[in-house]
């Protein structure tokens, strides 16, 4: 998405971010340089992350972009997160990256910041100083624990001039891109993804884990879901959205048997499968770009989408499978 096409969704969105001194283009212009910090090692992310872009061979792949310094913490309460911190911070040590004893301590020594705590509920938190240096940020999945929190990170950005992005990884596998812009199968009227939906009680259920399969749906569908219907079960969820054109868009969120990514995307002129997850490296050129143009590689509505979808799944489950409209959610963007 170019520039103004950028600036043009945003303000849809009640971004308020506009073409004058108010606006994103405040930074985008490159980055002082190219040390990326990082702030939390809870998750495997940090690691898989420090390993591609400072491994000995990864010359000009992207392009400098190396992790320089990082602060570990991360969860302190969810304990699949925080028992992973002394051992991460062990091996990112090895690959250079200088442990740090503050976010500021990051910031300081840092142009550009990735965002990997683990634990969604801190992310407000850690992403506020950020935006108040100027400095662009990706947030990896969830954006925060809950929506409202999602909501303010969105405030925040605007606030501050200073653009963030945020994408589950599953969203750069092989053939999504061109499934959805019509190359493969022409014009899509629908479909189905799947992948693994472990729940954590702090978080809305889907951002947890359940992102990625959400995140491949709208990939492949694009904008304008209006609304979502759940049904949930011990081991699994079923959630179905509606979008304006009366196409229909279903998650499976699964929580026992093998932990797979997949789906179908049913087109004009044939159906075809999505690929299996690749690896990291489609995820990382993009916030490479990123951090190079100061431009958010995916339309800030659809991520807003992908949120109130899933935070409407909740309702919807709430409310025993009822149809949950998405509307009054992204109004609370204004």
Same mark, same amino acid.
């Given at each position: 998405?170019?520039?103004?096409?950028?600036?043009?969704?945003?303000?849809?969105?009640?971004?308020?971010?506009?073409?004058?001194?108010?606006?994103?283009?405040?930074?985008?212009?490159?980055?002082?340089?190219?040390?990326?910090?990082?702030?939390?090692?809870?998750?495997?992310?940090?690691?898989?992350?420090?390993?591609?872009?400072?491994?000995?061979?990864?010359?000009?792949?992207?392009?400098?972009?190396?992790?320089?310094?990082?602060?570990?913490?991360?969860?302190?309460?969810?304990?699949?997160?925080?028992?992973?911190?002394?051992?991460?911070?062990?091996?990112?040590?090895?690959?250079?990256?200088?442990?740090?004893? *503050?976010?500021?301590?990051?910031?300081?020594?840092?142009? @550009?910041? /990735? %965002?990997? =705590?683990?634990? !969604?509920?801190?992310?407000?938190?850690?992403?506020?100083?950020?935006?108040?240096?100027?400095?662009?940020?990706?947030?990896?999945?969830?954006?925060?624990?809950?929506?409202?929190?999602?909501?303010?990170?969105?405030?925040?950005?605007?606030?501050?001039?200073?653009?963030?992005?945020?994408?589950?990884?599953?969203?750069?596998?092989?053939?999504?891109?061109?499934?959805?812009?019509?190359?493969?199968?022409?014009?899509?009227?629908?479909?189905?993804?799947?992948?693994?939906?472990?729940?954590?009680?702090?978080? *809305?259920?889907?951002?947890?884990?359940?992102?990625?399969? @959400?995140? /491949? %749906?709208? =990939?492949?569908? !694009?904008?304008?879901?209006?609304?979502?219907?759940?049904?949930?079960?011990?081991?699994?969820?079923?959630?179905?959205?509606?979008?304006?054109?009366?196409?229909?868009?279903?998650?499976?969120?699964?929580?026992?048997?093998?932990?797979?990514?997949?789906?179908?995307?049913?087109?004009?002129?044939?159906?075809?499968?999505?690929?299996?997850?690749?690896?990291?490296?489609?995820?990382?050129?993009?916030?490479?770009?990123?951090?190079?143009?100061?431009?958010?590689?995916?339309?800030?509505?659809?991520?807003?989408?992908?949120?109130?979808?899933?935070?409407?799944?909740?309702?919807?489950?709430?409310?025993?499978?009822?149809?949950?409209?998405?509307?009054?959610?992204?109004?609370?963007?204004?």
């Amino acid at each position: 998405m170019d520039r103004r096409n950028f600036l043009r969704t945003s303000s849809l969105f009640g971004l308020g971010v506009g073409l004058g001194t108010n606006s994103f283009a405040l930074h985008t212009g490159k980055p002082a340089g190219k040390r990326i910090g990082m702030i939390g090692l809870d998750t495997s992310h940090s690691v898989e992350f420090v390993k591609a872009m400072n491994a000995k061979d990864a010359g000009s792949i992207f392009d400098g972009y190396t992790i320089t310094i990082a602060y570990p913490h991360g969860s302190r309460d969810i304990e699949s997160s925080y028992s992973r911190i002394e051992g991460y911070t062990k091996t990112v040590k090895e690959f250079g990256v200088k442990i740090a004893a *503050s976010i500021d301590e990051v910031i300081a020594n840092s142009d @550009v910041i /990735m %965002l990997e =705590t683990n634990d !969604g509920k801190l992310h407000l938190e850690q992403a506020l100083p950020v935006f108040k240096a100027g400095k662009r940020i990706f947030i990896d999945k969830p954006i925060a624990a809950q929506y409202k929190d999602v909501v303010a990170i969105f405030k925040a950005s605007r606030q501050y001039n200073t653009p963030f992005f945020s994408a589950s990884s599953l969203r750069y596998v092989d053939n999504l891109a061109a499934i959805r812009n019509g190359s493969l199968i022409g014009k899509i009227h629908g479909a189905d993804t799947y992948s693994p939906s472990v729940l954590e009680p702090s978080h *809305s259920d889907f951002y947890w884990y359940g992102i990625h399969g @959400v995140e /491949m %749906l709208f =990939t492949a569908m !694009g904008s304008g879901c209006v609304s979502v219907s759940r049904t949930h079960a011990p081991n699994m969820d079923i959630a179905v959205g509606t979008w304006t054109d009366g196409r229909m868009g279903t998650f499976r969120g699964t929580r026992q048997g093998k932990h797979k990514y997949g789906g179908i995307a049913f087109g004009e002129t044939g159906n075809m499968i999505i690929s299996e997850y690749s690896g990291y490296k489609p995820l990382l050129l993009e916030i490479v770009k990123f951090f190079n143009t100061g431009i958010v590689p995916v339309d800030l509505k659809e991520t807003m989408e992908i949120y109130a979808f899933m935070e409407a799944a909740d309702e919807s489950k709430r409310k025993g499978g009822l149809q949950v409209a998405l509307q009054p959610y992204l109004d609370m963007l204004k």
